[in-house]
């Protein structure tokens, strides 16, 4: 049980981490350009936005999920 507990910890350390970055990256590529240009992130920046999402979720619910079972 403990294991799930520390899977789930790590995958939403690992989600949070990567939506930084990638909210980090977009902010420095806006502050870069101009702003009449429309700022059009790269497929690695979606990526890590889209996998840093999902890992959080997935390891909030694999929290949650343990302490309702527990109770």
């Known amino acids: 049980m403990i294991h799930k507990k520390i899977i789930s910890l790590l995958f939403l350390l690992l989600g949070i981490t990567l939506l930084y970055i990638?909210?980090?990256e977009i902010y420095l590529l806006s502050t870069y350009l101009n702003k009449l240009i429309p700022i059009k992130p790269d497929t690695?920046?979606?990526l890590m936005i889209i996998l840093?999402?999902?890992a959080s979720i997935s390891g909030f619910v694999g929290i949650i999920r343990?302490?309702?079972i527990e109770v």
């Open 44 to 46: 690695e920046t979606r």
């Open 66 to 68: 343990d302490r309702a």
């Open 52 to 54: 840093g999402a999902a």
């Open 22 to 24: 990638g909210i980090e």
